[in-house]
């Protein structure tokens, strides 16, 4: 009994003396009056400190969700003050000008997410992003598991959210937009995602009702921002699936810091796993750059550069698919001939001047160009056989196909070609007047966009053609013979010259206030946004929207920490190329902007259990669409209708649940429930294509409390099936199929050999500053989900069977991770 009373103190002595070791990291450059760094400034918080170096850079840890005051103190200048609270492993960068005169102490607590918060923003933390990598590592790895956001592709990076589509999120990296490929129809086609986490200084994602400031889109925004490097280093991450490289640097003087990124993917290990046999060869590559240069502390000019050359070989062999019931098993065989080639390649530059006029105004100017050529070629014969299975246990047959109830072929063809220059130029300003802050902005696009599409489809069962599904001579064969003509089941053919200009601006003003000691934030904005779509063949069209939003923010005065918001606006979307584009490749100039009414109500609730900090975060929301242009979804390809005879609805509530389960990491836990409906030409209210019902995600993290350097993380997420996999001429009316629940979990664990607390001063392991060994394993439950079906007839009863199109099934990886 001794014993135990002994262990059991031991054991709350080691989790005290964690919780009690939370800490956030506090960084940045110490500099004078004439923007010169300040070596030898002495940084101290109780009785810990650190000193600056020759680049006026200091690294400081700090007691994590606590009030702490962090003095700065040279023999030649006056003290500086401030105070602050941040979450445990929080980042937060302070760069204090030290006068020679004044003594500087900061009135305000600074907290890391204080604004975030009002603004109904998400922050993802960038090294839990690097960390926990997945099958498609990325911000979009951990975006699957927030409420309202559904991924059910893991070898994709598109999202749709809160009932929206791919198109309909914005995404935005240093206040530049940046845009998603056109022509990829199938996740494994599509490589590296545009972010370079290892770049990544902050992540913030709003679901809806988002402020003004952000563009014209219906769905969610993603705001990323690469970091200014404050001192030299280099990272690497390697693994089966490719890897990346990153190396920043900043000069003696501190005017000039950069920092680089490579990466490499390959696909092989995941596409190799999945039920078709294949030849397959990918290689997506890109190199990112972004440079800031600051002339003076008034004038800072950054450039940020990337090259994307994505090359994707693929020749298919065999094919087994096993489906059916156990009483009666079918499957599908198929043998190929044939071959795909794709290559995107993609080139992106910006210029971004900031000139910062006083404390209360600043100016920016930001120019882009964005180019991409994209070829999608491929001929491919697939010849099938539809049978019955062998069941009989015992037997030497058993699993062979014994019976075929369907034999035919299908010949694919497509040489599509994209030419895309979409040039951008913009300004900013924002400008604090006491408490109010007003942004504004002006913005010009120019889009030139050519594309040839020639796409058909051939389909040949039992010797004879099947004539596409909207002609009128549908053929009885083999019963009776056809005398018509030969034509394929699907033919596009299309060339377009497309011009589009926009001309963009908004203004807002927002305000924090206090109304009987509870604190209120305000914010009010308006956007313009005018369009003109002009080409070779396509009547000039010119069109205009006007969208108003606002935000409302209120944290009563009350002992429990609690925070409630309400947003909302009019959401309008301007068609992109692709929207004007119709099924069967012809531009219609006249589409409208896409319109959404949509109001949120959020409460975020904070609060301590087992001594340590969480968040409950709910959220009810509801959008009410008109001017809708109708579309399907065929893997991660969208084929817009091109026309705004469709009105839709979208509401639901989502919850999520995070902080230190276990102390010192970060975890969550979240639940969404959506109902999206659209009435298409006044035939009635159907669930539109991403009606994804249940969303359920869990990201966990943990360690072996006795060898705290052996971590886990576990990314669990399930959705309910949306509707899809129903053959793509099919009356969405008459025929509505739901795909099966898309269901997930990753795992990985790793060892850290080395880190700031583990150093070694002689042998190998002295070069690293980190250094990491880990094991993933992907979809570790080896569960088959499926992403659309494979419609094959039977020629005899004349029954069309849904073959299931598989995801990849359980794969092991192996990572290594290292900084020096």
Do not use: C
């Not at 105004?361 to 049978?387: M, N, P, V």
């Not at 009128?472 to 030969?486: I, K, M, R, S, V």
């Not at 509505?736 to 060892?751: E, H, M, T, V």
């Amino acid at each position: 009994m001794k014993f135990l009373k002994i262990h059991l103190s031991l054991v709350f002595l080691l989790v005290s003396l964690i919780v009690f070791a939370q800490k956030a990291t506090l960084k940045g450059i110490i500099l004078d009056n004439n923007n010169t760094p300040i070596e030898n400034v002495n940084i101290k918080v109780g009785n810990d400190g650190t000193v600056s170096n020759e680049n006026g850079f200091y690294l400081l840890k700090i007691p994590a969700n606590s009030e702490v005051k962090v003095e700065f103190t040279h023999i030649n200048y006056k003290k500086v003050s401030a105070t602050f609270n941040l979450k445990n492993g929080a980042e937060f960068e302070f760069n204090p000008i030290m006068n020679l005169e004044v003594e500087q102490i900061a009135l305000v607590v600074i907290k890391g997410d204080q604004r975030k918060r009002v603004e109904g923003i998400t922050s993802l933390e960038p090294a839990m992003i690097r960390t926990i990598k997945g099958a498609q590592p990325g911000v979009e790895n951990l975006l699957k598991t927030l409420p309202g956001v559904n991924i059910s592709n893991e070898l994709s990076t598109q999202y749709s959210v809160r009932g929206g589509n791919f198109d309909e999120n914005l995404v935005y990296v240093n206040e530049i937009e940046v845009y998603r490929p056109f022509l990829i129809r199938s996740g494994q086609q599509e490589g590296l995602s545009f972010v370079n986490t290892d770049m990544v200084q902050n992540v913030d994602f709003s679901a809806g009702g988002f402020q003004a400031k952000y563009g014209d889109k219906m769905s969610s925004v993603l705001d990323i921002t690469y970091r200014n490097p404050v001192k030299f280093g280099v990272s690497a991450d390697l693994s089966l699936l490719g890897g990346s490289v990153s190396a920043e640097a900043i000069s003696k003087d501190s005017k000039l810091s950069g920092i680089v990124g490579l990466r490499y993917r390959d696909n092989s290990l995941l596409v190799s796993a999945k039920e078709t046999e294949t030849n397959y060869d990918p290689k997506f590559a890109d190199a990112q750059a972004y440079l800031t240069y600051k002339f003076s502390d008034k004038f800072h000019l950054s450039v940020l550069g990337n090259a994307s050359i994505n090359k994707y070989n693929y020749e298919p062999q065999t094919r087994q698919t096993n489906f059916g019931t156990i009483d009666d098993p079918l499957a599908l065989l198929v043998f190929y001939e044939g071959q795909e080639k794709d290559q995107y390649q993609t080139y992106f530059g910006a210029l971004k001047g900031s000139y910062f006029v006083n404390d209360d105004l600043t100016l920016k100017l930001i120019s882009s160009t964005y180019h991409t050529t994209e070829e999608e070629y491929f001929d491919i014969l697939a010849q099938y056989r539809l049978g019955e299975v062998n069941n009989t246990i015992g037997d030497e047959g058993l699993g062979e196909v014994e019976f075929s109830e369907g034999i035919g072929s299908q010949l694919n063809h497509a040489r599509n070609d994209l030419d895309a220059l979409i040039t951008n130029i913009e300004h900013k300003g924002q400008y604090n007047l006491e408490d109010n802050n007003f942004e504004w902005s002006l913005k010009y696009t120019n889009e030139d966009i050519r594309d040839r599409i020639v796409e058909w489809e051939v389909i040949d069962s039992a010797g004879f053609s099947i004539n596409p599904p909207n002609s009128d001579g549908f053929n009885e064969q083999p019963y009776e013979a056809y005398q018509g003509p030969l034509v394929p089941f699907q033919n596009i053919r299309a060339t377009n010259n497309t011009n589009i200009s926009r001309l963009q601006g908004y203004l807002q003003w927002s305000k924090r206030d206090e109304i009987n000691d509870h604190e209120v934030f305000y914010n009010l904005g308006v956007r313009y946004h005018n369009w003109t779509v002009e080409g070779d063949g396509i009547e000039k069209t010119t069109q205009g929207v006007f969208s108003p939003r606002g935000q409302f923010a209120i944290k009563p005065d009350w002992e429990k920490d609690m925070l409630f918001r309400l947003s909302g606006g009019l959401y309008y979307q301007p068609p992109f190329y692709r929207e004007l584009r119709d099924a069967n490749g012809a531009v219609n100039p006249n589409v409208k902007a896409q319109r959404s009414l949509h109001i949120v109500l959020a409460n975020e609730y904070s609060f301590e259990m087992w001594e340590r900090p969480f968040k409950l975060v709910s959220e009810a929301y509801y959008k009410n669409m008109s001017d809708i242009n109708p579309y399907t979804i065929d893997n991660v390809r969208i084929r817009y209708a091109a026309n705004n005879t469709a009105k839709a609805r979208a509401y639901g509530l989502d919850l999520r649940l995070n902080g230190e389960f276990v102390p010192g990491t970060e975890s969550w836990f979240s639940f969404g429930y959506l109902k999206t409906e659209e009435n298409i030409n006044d035939r009635g209210y159907i669930a539109r294509p991403t009606d994804q019902r249940l969303k359920f995600g869990i990201l966990f993290q943990d360690y072996v409390p006795r060898i705290p350097d052996l971590k886990m993380y576990l990314n669990l997420v399930y959705n309910t099936g949306v509707p899809g996999g129903s053959p793509s001429y099919a009356d969405v009316y008459e025929y509505q199929n739901r795909l099966p629940d898309y269901k997930r979990a990753d795992l990985g664990i790793s060892y850290v050999l080395v880190d700031e607390k583990k150093t070694y001063k002689r042998g190998w392991k002295s070069n690293f500053k980190f250094l990491s060994l880990g094991l993933e394993i992907f979809n570790m439950f080896d569960v088959q989900n499926s992403i659309t079906n494979t419609w094959v007839r039977d020629v005899y009863s004349k029954r069309q069977y849904a073959i299931p199109n598989y995801l990849t099934p359980r794969v092991f990886n192996v990572r290594v991770g290292m900084r020096f």
